[in-house]
C-alpha cells in the first residue's frame, strides 16, 4: 500500500460531505475519493441485507479507485455493516456511530436526545452503545423525511421547519440538554435546529472524531501522504446538481452509471 494513494468515502447521498469535510480540514494534504449513493438514499429505511449489499457496492468502486482507507461517513450504513466489510475486505474501515458518549458523559439533566434514521435506531451496534448509559434517559427519535428533503435541496424549505418542529419539541419539554444527531446529513440543519432549540442545549456530531480517528489510524497504521495539498474528487449517482450546491461549487462533481 502505498501512502499517497486515496482515502475513500462514502455515503447514502451528500450528507456525508459533513465527515469530508471535517476529514479534508484536518488533512489537507490526503487525497480524498468521495461517492454519493444517492441514487438509493436514504439507507435507513431499507432491511440490514440491503444495507449491507449496498456497503459492499460502494466499497468495491472506491477501492477499483486505489483507496488505501475506506471511510463510512453513514450512520446507518456502519450499524448495520461495518462487521461485514472488516470481516470481506482487508483495507481499514473507519465507520461513525451517533456520539452518545460524550452526551451522557456530560449530560447535567441526564436526559439527551437522538436525532438519527430508523435503520440507526434499530440496529444492534446502536442498541449496544445505548445499554452501557441506564443512568441517561435517552429520547430517540427517527428523522422520517429529513435526508429526502436536504437530498432534494431543501434544507431552508418551510416542510423542513414544520418536521423539525415536530421532532424536537417532545425533546425540549423532556428537558434535554445534549442533542445528538445520528446522521451525517443531519449537520446540515444546524442552523435550523439552533433557532428551535434552547440556547443551553448543545449539539453534538460525529465529523471531528471521525477525522480525529481517521488521522491517528493513518499515523499509526498507514502513513501520511507526502504529496502537495490535493483536489478531492466526488462522484454522484444522481443528479449531481444538488451535492455541488451543497460543495458551494468548488469543486467538480462526476455523474457515474452506479
Not at 486505489?66 to 465507520?95: H, M, Q, W
Not at 451522557?104 to 440507526?120: E, M, N, P, R
Request: hydrophobic share 35%.
Amino acid at each position: 500500500m502505498n501512502n499517497n494513494q486515496p482515502i475513500g468515502i462514502f455515503d447514502s447521498g451528500i450528507g456525508g460531505t459533513s465527515i469530508w469535510r471535517a476529514i479534508h480540514d484536518l488533512l489537507p494534504n490526503e487525497k480524498t475519493i468521495y461517492l454519493a449513493d444517492s441514487k438509493n438514499a436514504p439507507y435507513g429505511q431499507k432491511s440490514k441485507e440491503e444495507i449491507v449489499a449496498l456497503s459492499m457496492k460502494n466499497t468495491d468502486f472506491l477501492l477499483k479507485m486505489n483507496c488505501k482507507l475506506i471511510v463510512v461517513a453513514c450512520n446507518t450504513a456502519t450499524t448495520n455493516a461495518i462487521r461485514e466489510l472488516r470481516e470481506k475486505y482487508d483495507v481499514p474501515f473507519i465507520g461513525i456511530e451517533p456520539a452518545i458518549k460524550p452526551a451522557a458523559t456530560h449530560s447535567k439533566t441526564q436526559i439527551i436526545g437522538i436525532l438519527a434514521t430508523q435503520g440507526t435506531l434499530n440496529s444492534e451496534l446502536f442498541n449496544k452503545t445505548t445499554e452501557m448509559y441506564q443512568d441517561t434517559k435517552i429520547i430517540e427519535q427517527v428523522g422520517h423525511g429529513l435526508v429526502q428533503l436536504i437530498e432534494n435541496g431543501d434544507v431552508n424549505s418551510p416542510e423542513m421547519t414544520k418536521l423539525l418542529h415536530s421532532y424536537l419539541t417532545p425533546m425540549i419539554e423532556a428537558n434535554i440538554d445534549y442533542l445528538v444527531l445520528g446522521c451525517s446529513h443531519y449537520p446540515y440543519l444546524i442552523p435550523q435546529i439552533k433557532k428551535i432549540l434552547p440556547e443551553h442545549v448543545k449539539i453534538i456530531d460525529s465529523g471531528e472524531a471521525v477525522a480525529k480517528q481517521t488521522q491517528k489510524l493513518l499515523g499509526e497504521k498507514i502513513g501520511f501522504s507526502s504529496t502537495e495539498k490535493s483536489n478531492p474528487v466526488f462522484f454522484t449517482n444522481t443528479n449531481p446538481k444538488v451535492l455541488s450546491e451543497i460543495l458551494e461549487h468548488k469543486y467538480f462533481v462526476k455523474k457515474i452509471d452506479f
